[in-house]
């Protein structure tokens, strides 16, 4: 009795290939995106600023704070809370990680670009926005913790971490 045997092959390099330039060029960008007050404040936090003290500026501390700053205060510092690169130093590596992982499945699988960029593009906006949540240094001032109410320095009204959003490009 002769035994029959059959070859089935299927020839998935074409399709690989077609994928994997498909990601060519392709990345992903997680940040603040126009112009507005969520981004402008989401920079100063991101990079500090300072804001000159005018006369104007000191009558208003005077009236609605009960302040009187000193002459020698001639600059107000907001400093830097590096939401955004301090967040991407801590977690970029892992998602890099992650991404280095499953390029080779998406290519083989045949996975849209679009689908596994926007997966790691969300995961990369809440871990940005987890970090930004849970970041407590440097400190607010006292007189800020009493105006907002909290001590988180991040955190208002959820309006500057929730304007976060990403870009495939």
Known sequence: MRARTRIKSKNNIPKAIATADKFDNRRIRVGYFGEGFPQMLAHIHEFGCDIPV??????????????????????????????????????????????????GEAILNGVAPEALLSALALESQGKLQEFARDLRDPANVAL???????????????????SMDHKIE
């Open 54 to 103: 005018t006369d104007k500026m000191r009558g208003f501390f005077r009236y609605q704070f009960g302040i009187s700053l000193k002459k020698t205060t001639t600059v107000i510092r907001i400093p830097e809370r590096s939401f955004i690169r301090a967040g991407w130093d801590q977690h970029g590596p892992d998602i890099l990680d992650k991404y280095t992982r499953l390029i």
């Open 144 to 162: 800020t913790i009493e105006q907002k109410g909290s001590s988180n320095p991040l955190v208002d009204s959820g309006n500057m971490i929730g």
